[in-house]
């Protein structure tokens, strides 16, 4: 029973890297939920991180299908599915950066509520020469914490090797690789499977939290789980000039099942923006 008295309510997650662990913690004691997973299926016929499987549409299509098989496998009306995407900043571009998005779907109520976070990573690929080379990359990529997959010659090889844990064995490894190389390089990379990479796993944890804010913000008109910010709307005026900038001025709430929708002031009444994000005062 919940603290509340109430029988946890049972929810497949369809995993096999151990991610259920990860996110209990944030979604069953807050939402009253039992995350039980999803067996039955290799989700690693829908992509992976080494490319020798690719991704067939984008993240979060790739997440919404694991949560309407595992809806499917088990019987059980509520599915989670899970999905990472790694690579450089929107922004700053050179900085290595890991989104992760976390699909709720209830078939009863039909509905989709989709958690997100994002963060630096510790993805990192290079190929190398020798192992000096190798050994400078994995101590980079925070290894054996992190570990690492390596393939012959170059990223498109598809004779990879992964989960490698330990410094024996990246350099037997290594060596083995080496020998099937037509160019003597290998091309090593983190693994980014989750039950591999520490610094993903803190990334799945923070999407699990941000799903179960937002199940536990409802709907005012049908009750609907979910209501969150759609959109942020700029338009934030200039201290300067008081034309809009592209600071955001307003949030657009919205509901995942009925139409209703909010605009919320995303500052406080009178506050302008300061003219460096202002294109007509700092163009």
């Known amino acids: 029973m919940t603290a509340a008295g109430r ?9 096999q890297h151990g991610k259920e662990a990860v996110v209990r913690p944030a979604l ?6 039992r995350v039980e997973r999803a067996a039955g299926f290799d989700t690693d016929r829908l992509g992976t991180f080494t490319r020798d499987v690719p991704r067939r549409g984008g993240q979060l299509h790739a997440a919404r299908l694991k949560a309407r098989l595992a809806t ?3 019987g059980c009306p509520r599915g989670l599915g899970s999905e990472g995407s790694f690579g450089p900043h929107p922004v700053m571009g050179l900085v290595p950066w890991n989104v992760e998005l976390l699909v709720y779907v209830d078939r009863d109520r039909s509905i989709e509520v989709v958690g997100r976070a994002e963060a630096p990573s510790r993805a990192l690929q290079r190929r190398v020469r020798d192992w000096t080379g190798l050994e400078a990359l994995a101590r980079d990529a925070g290894f054996p914490r992190h570990r690492l997959a390596i393939r012959p010659d170059a990223p498109d090889d598809s004779r990879p090797t992964k989960g490698i844990r330990d410094w024996k064995t990246l350099r037997k490894t290594y060596e083995l690789t080496r020998r099937t190389s037509a160019s003597g390089h290998v091309y090593a ?23 179960a804010a937002r199940m536990q913000s409802c709907c005012p008109d049908c009750g609907a789980p979910g209501y969150w910010c759609l959109r942020n709307v700029p338009g934030l005026p200039c201290r300067w000039c008081l034309g809009p900038t592209g600071e955001t001025l307003q949030h657009v709430y919205g509901c995942v099942r009925c139409t209703r929708r909010e605009s919320v002031l995303a ?9 460096a994000h202002c294109e ?3 163009p």
């Open 7 to 15: 029988a946890a309510v049972p929810v497949a997650f369809l995993t």
């Open 28 to 33: 069953e004691r807050p939402l009253g939920w």
């Open 72 to 74: 499917s496998l088990t």
């Open 189 to 211: 990379e983190t693994d980014c499977r989750s039950h591999c990479n520490p610094a993903r796993r803190a990334v799945i944890a923070a999407a699990a939290r941000d799903l």
């Open 267 to 275: 500052v406080r009444p009178g506050l302008l923006a300061d003219p």
């Open 280 to 282: 007509r005062c700092n």
